[in-house]
């Protein structure tokens, strides 16, 4: 059956935890496994090894001697081994010791009162009712507390002595050992009822059942052996520990029959103890790992369910898919931030499912017959839910016995709902719809506009495309995931979409004012960004300026005001458009057009904004040459003489310094003072020239442009054309380390403002050898502290995604935890979802001018 | 959801107050009032969050997200720049570990009106609160080998700095060297005489009296006065290095009401769980906010109300949150699986399979979002048999 026409008639609704008890070994185990050999001469499975063709088979062509099912169809089936001394289990042991120390060894009774015994009893049942589990372990602490201070047994008065466990698996009772058939013994003799007080569940947990008489063997298909190039079988791990097992335990029986001394027969069973224990966890501290013929250390049991590529995280906390893709992305700005641009390769893979109605029964047909060539389909799926592959030869029957009810698996057409992904994915924007836009090339493409939310670049970046495969799947995808329901962000409330690179330029030069269009260029403009009104009336004669171009995307009845930026009903009277309004994860004017018009507006706000501004920048064109890093005479003068002044007050405080003139800060010694005042003139000097860079700014300099819209800061261009300034390592100057010098240029213990990491030059005119150095400390420093912080800040995510997964809104606005328990009883004590609201709040002044 | 709004017919009390005093302001008739709160309360309901909204997961990324972008760079001056604080990604992870003790443990002492006008009053205060050890106020410490004593020269000036008499010197010591003779020589000299002669253990001793504390709050290893801007006055407090909360509420001059300390731990233990979700609150927002990343106060309300929603503090770590989840699987999936799936088969513990991870692993839907809702269908006539759930043994 096809999952897609599976309805789905049972769930699992509980799993429950206990021991497997001997007795039930013996019902599910289908083969008693005593020959340690696995194959025989002619490479056949030999009866009771390891291979028995009774536990599952995993050879194409054998079938299972219980099941009759062949690979794939037989599930496996358990055996067990017979052992001939009972083992203790490794991992069970320190419990066992617990319950020593608990229960008297003669009587088997609970070493306390009998009336307290009766009162731990109904505090556990209490703890089981209510389903409080970690009050069985307070419960339990407190009886053995108890049970130490009883030196003699109150019930059969045999005095007792300590029981010491040298771990892992080894106990003794004063100087004696305490084999496993003894503490075997003493645990049968507990009686049910008792064992409540450690809080152990006889029903499904009796303490003899953790000294392991018979080993249960897991399938075959648990430990597949592979066939190498040369033929040869290669085991798995847990084959090659079992196969350990048998052939120890089988020396162990012969000896023990031929009545061989106990040293001898104490000496197997502690090595048959070794491999049970290896076998069930590899990893004890105390124990030798048991190791392959190459040295590895051997993945037994506990191994496979362990840490990151354990079963729990990599095999059922996650899982692996069908129906996706992966490439490389690369940007494309004609296509809507809702697009991705599919290449035809891909679509020709991927394929949907859609049922077949008497409405698109024609329509869907079309795929079959064109079965490989693009708009095509792969495979059919009969009422019943067999699937029949669409080839050349089977396309005629096929189409023939079409019929309402079957699907259609058909390539992928433009429009269709897919997932995008970019790992890390950090938040619920990593993950995204879009529709699909089937291009030439082959990457995918996205609008750079989304890139802030998949924090992707086109350096080389790849992304991963899924395909909802049922009707709620897509769904789903159609009406949550939608790239227009994430606009803005939930972290803060303002949109993480907008406009970047050339489309802002574009859009900074078309409303910063000073544009003059004649009727042709305007309406050029307004018919690429796919505006369909008519042109406003002219601001000038037969001439438009820019910001009505931009106006006419706007509401008629939108309204925005701040310092600089003034929109009234629809209308750009004042400032331009800069990163700050229409730029991600700011946005303020997309977020106020999503809160006020809906997604669906907002989105086409953007795209057309984004189409307007990529007009103006083709027709303008925008560049960056050396050039605009050069500055004039007076200005560089400037900048020379504010470097100077920064450093001769620092030779300044340094001289006060020799002279002991410093007065202290308090809390701080002469020295630290000092050096707190050079590192404040010398940050000093770089927002002096900053500011003097700022002043002097002329916006025919591109780099100037850019810094207005936004997309730089002026930090970025003083620190190019004007000087670098001070290196600070970890907010103090380089240290002068070991040889009281920072490189040997300079003399010792110089701490003028150049030994210490003072560059005083900028980029574009380039550093000296000392300078480049320090810089090099400064971007070494930077590198390690992101190294570092990725792995930490992922941990930090994956702890908090982990203790807050089960939190959710019930339908009464109450947020509850998995058990139904109240943590809050509004979100935020306010209900308000941020995503849907304005920064975090109700803009409650914009409400009342809409009045 | 216009759904819920049978559910609440109001508006939280920060927008009504908002609300009434705008419309006071620009002077609206009742009627138009009305008709405004009206519009309000519309906005309101189409805000909120939808049932089923997996709010933790949005919350956690919230926090989460931005933590890849934040810097390593622990320290940071506070105050007058004499002072460092942890702050960035360690100080979050600290936060939500609840570590016993922070790596910079700090206090933000508030004073009364008598003592927080000048900075003499405040640094009066300040110099009472630091610890002072022995060390801090003697002259010498000599060894008079012949006689097995250790003598306490006193510097009288020092000490009064400290506010301390010879008296109080003598007073502090007595209890804290125990088991040994000690008394008092003029007004200067403290001798202290062990029992027992050895000469090594009155080396000992005597390096253990010069790091014993005679003054101050234990703990409290640097206290300075900086001005805080409180609206049009300014005021002075004390910020210190070190934290001891109930030691400061015994000085007169604080006013504790206004005290704080960034150590989660001790408000807890001091103050009570509701100050210690404060505390969360409030640094989370400074770090947050020192580091330029904007976050809703809304998630970081939801994490500190999980933590302390127990009633303990619990830390977002295997031992604290994690911990509390009913079910195995979801315990085991996080953090040593083996230990869980023990501790599960001797209680015979059962899981429901009612929160998120144990469902993904059984690939069933999530009760979360849109795997929350149930159809329920009334079926005429037909009997629905639930199939009987067998206890006992674990079998095949």
Redesign the interface.
């Known amino acids: 059956m096809d999952e897609t026409n599976t309805i789905i008639t049972k769930?699992?609704?509980?799993?429950?935890?206990?021991?497997?008890?001997p007795?039930?070994i013996k019902?599910?185990a289908t083969v008693v496994v005593s020959s340690p050999e696995l194959y025989d001469a002619d490479g056949y499975p030999v009866e009771k090894g390891l291979m028995d063709l009774g536990m599952g088979v995993i050879d194409p062509g054998l079938r299972c001697k219980t099941c009759g099912g062949r690979l794939r169809s037989c599930p496996g089936h358990?055996g067990y081994i017979q052992l001939a001394k009972p083992i203790m289990h490794a991992?069970?042991s320190s419990?066992v010791h617990d319950i020593m120390k608990a229960f008297c060894g003669v009587c088997g009774k609970p070493k306390i009162p009998e009336d307290r015994v009766k009162a731990y009893k109904t505090r556990i049942a209490n703890a089981r009712r209510t389903?409080n589990?970690?009050i069985?372990g307070v419960v339990k602490a407190s009886v053995l507390t108890q049970a130490k201070k009883f030196k003699k047994c109150p019930h059969c008065s045999e005095k007792q002595v300590t029981i010491k466990l040298e771990k892992p698996t080894t106990f003794s009772e004063g100087d004696r050992r305490l084999w496993p058939t003894e503490i075997r013994e003493r645990m049968e003799k507990i009686a049910d009822e008792d064992l409540e007080i450690i809080?152990?569940?006889s029903?499904?947990?009796r303490p003899e059942w953790t000294v392991i008489t018979l080993l249960l063997v897991p399938p075959i298909t648990m430990r597949p052996s592979i066939t190498l190039v040369t033929g040869e079988r290669s085991e798995d791990d847990l084959t090659h520990k079992l196969s350990d097992i048998v052939r120890v335990n089988q020396r162990l029986f012969e000896n023990i029959n031929a009545g061989a001394p106990q040293v001898i027969i104490e000496d197997l069973w502690d090595l048959l103890q070794y491999h049970l224990t290896t076998y069930f966890?590899n990893s004890i501290s105390q124990v030798p790992p048991a190791r392959h013929k190459s040295n590895r250390p051997l993945k037994t049991l506990?191994q496979r369910?362990?840490g990151k590529e354990?079963r729990?995280?990599y095999n059922?906390?996650g899982?692996r898919v069908n129906f996706c893709a992966r490439s490389v992305i690369s940007p494309d700005p004609f296509i809507s931030i809702d697009e991705v641009g599919i290449p035809a390769s891909v679509a020709q893979d991927l394929t949907i499912p859609e049922r077949i109605t008497e409405w698109n029964i024609d329509w869907l047909k079309t795929f079959i017959k064109n079965n490989d060539k693009y708009p095509g389909a792969r495979y059919v799926i009969t009422d019943e839910g067999k699937r029949k592959k669409i080839t050349e030869d089977t396309k005629e029957q096929i189409l023939e016995e079409l019929a309402p009810g079957w699907l259609v698996e058909r390539h992928i057409l433009d429009g269709d709902v897919v997932l995008f992904n970019r790992q890390?994915s950090?938040?619920?924007l990593s993950l995204m719809g879009h529709r699909v836009r089937i291009l030439s090339g082959k990457t995918f493409r996205i609008n750079p506009a989304v890139t802030k939310p998949y924090n992707a670049d086109f350096d080389g970046d790849e992304m991963n495309l899924h395909l909802p495969q049922t009707e709620?799947a897509r769904s789903?995808a159609e009406n949550?995931l939608l790239i227009e329901n994430h606009i803005i962000t939930?972290?803060?409330?303002?949109s993480i979409i907008g406009e970047v690179e050339d489309a802002l330029v574009g859009l900074y030069l078309l409303t910063r004012g000073d544009t003059e269009l004649v009727r042709a260029q305007a309406s050029e403009l307004a018919i690429a960004a796919g505006i369909e009104k008519d042109l406003p009336k002219p601001a000038g004669k037969e001439m438009w300026n820019g910001r009505q171009i931009f106006s006419m995307l706007l509401p008629s009845d939108f309204s925005f005001e701040d310092e600089t930026f003034v929109i009234k009903n629809g209308e750009l009277i004042d400032g331009a458009l800069s990163e700050k309004l229409i730029g991600p994860e700011s946005g303020i004017l997309i977020q106020r057009i999503n809160s006020k018009y809906g997604a669906e507006a907002a989105k086409d706000f953007i795209n057309t904004m984004n189409r307007l501004g990529l007009e103006v920048v083709k027709n303008r064109a925008y560049t960056m040459s050396f050039s605009d890093l050069d500055l004039p005479q007076n200005v560089t003068s400037k900048i020379r003489t504010a470097v100077e002044d920064s450093e001769n007050e620092v030779l300044d405080i340094l001289k006060k310094l020799k002279e002991d003139k410093v007065s202290p800060?308090?809390?701080?010694t002469v020295e630290e003072t000092a050096e707190?005042k050079i590192l404040y003139a010398l940050n000093k000097a770089r927002e002096v020239v900053g500011t003097m860079l700022k002043k002097d700014a002329n916006e025919n300099n591109n780099l100037v442009l850019l810094a207005k819209c936004g997309l730089a800061g002026m930090l970025n261009l003083s620190l190019m054309s004007g000087f670098a300034g001070q290196m600070s390592l970890?907010?103090e100057r380089i240290h002068i380390g070991y040889n009281k010098r920072t490189l040997p240029m300079f003399e010792k213990n110089d701490l003028s403002a150049r030994a210490r990491g003072f560059v005083r030059k900028g980029f574009a005119e380039g550093m000296d050898p000392a300078e480049t150095f320090f810089n090099a400390i400064v971007g070494r420093d930077a590198l390690m502290?992101t190294a570092?912080?990725?792995p930490?800040?992922?941990y930090?995510?994956r702890?908090?995604?982990?203790?807050?997964?089960?939190?959710?809104?019930?339908?009464?606005?109450t947020?509850r935890?998995?058990?139904q328990?109240?943590?809050?009883f509004e979100?935020?004590?306010?209900?308000?979802?941020?995503s849907?609201?304005e920064e975090?709040k109700?803009n409650?002044?914009s409400?009342?001018a809409?009045? | 959801m216009s759904n819920q709004s049978w559910l609440k017919n109001e508006i939280p009390n920060y927008l009504m107050e908002e609300v009434e005093q705008l419309a006071k302001s620009r002077k609206l008739s009742a009627a138009k009032r009305d008709e405004f709160i009206e519009k309000v309360r519309q906005k309101y309901h189409s805000m909120q969050v939808d049932p089923g909204e997996a709010i933790g997961i949005v919350s956690a990324q919230s926090i989460g997200e931005p933590g890849t972008q934040m810097t390593m760079r622990t320290f940071h001056f506070v105050g007058v720049s004499a002072l460092n604080v942890t702050l960035g990604l360690p100080r979050i992870i600290e936060i939500l570990d609840v570590r016993k003790e922070p790596k910079t443990p700090s206090m933000l002492i508030a004073l009364k009106s008598s003592h927080n006008r000048s900075r003499e009053a405040a640094e009066s205060v300040a110099n009472k609160i630091t610890e002072i050890e022995v060390a801090k106020v003697v002259k010498e410490i000599n060894l008079d080998l012949a006689n097995q004593e250790i003598i306490l020269v006193l510097d009288s000036e020092e000490g009064r700095r400290y506010g301390l008499t010879p008296t109080q010197i003598y007073d502090n010591l007595i209890p804290q060297i125990k088991g040994n003779e000690i008394k008092k020589d003029g007004n200067i000299r403290i001798i202290i005489k062990p029992k027992e002669s050895d000469i090594k253990k009155l080396y000992k001793l005597k390096e253990k009296i010069k790091e014993l504390i005679i003054g101050g709050i234990k703990g409290i290893t640097h206290a300075l006065p900086i001005i805080k801007d409180e609206g049009e006055n300014k005021i002075y407090v004390i910020q210190t290095f070190g934290s001891n909360l109930k030691g400061v509420a015994e000085i007169p001059e604080v006013d504790f009401t206004r005290t704080t300390t960034n150590s989660l731990y001790e408000t807890a233990k001091v103050l009570g769980i509701e100050a210690a979700r404060q505390v969360i609150i409030n640094e989370l927002v400074s770090v947050l906010e020192e580091q330029g990343m904007p976050v809703d106060i809304r998630h970081i309300l939801l994490v500190a109300d999980l933590m302390c929603v127990s009633g303990n503090l619990l830390g977002v770590t295997r031992h604290g949150v994690t911990s509390q989840k009913s079910s195995v699987l979801a315990r085991a999936s996080f953090e040593i699986p083996l230990q869980h799936l023990i501790a599960a088969s001797i209680i015979g513990e059962t899981d429901k399979l009612n929160s998120v991870v144990e469902n993904v692993m059984v690939n069933q839907p999530i009760p979360v979002g849109t795997g929350l809702p149930d159809l329920v269908v009334k079926m005429d006539g037909a009997k629905i048999t639930k199939p009987k759930k067998k206890d006992g043994e674990v079998t095949a």
């Open positions: 769930r699992i609704d509980n799993i429950s935890f206990g021991i497997v008890s007795n039930s019902k599910i358990f991992i069970y419990e389903g589990t970690d069985i809080g152990m569940d029903k499904v947990a966890d506990a369910l362990k354990g729990f995280r059922l906390a899982k890390p950090l938040h619920r709620e789903e949550l939930p972290r803060y409330g303002l800060i308090p809390g701080k707190a970890r907010g502290d570092m912080r990725t930490k800040s992922g930090m995510q702890r908090l995604i982990n203790a807050l997964q089960d939190l959710r809104i019930n339908y009464d606005s947020v935890d998995a058990n328990r109240i943590v809050q979100f935020g004590n306010d209900g308000i979802d941020v849907r609201s975090g109700i409650v002044k409400i009342l809409e009045e």
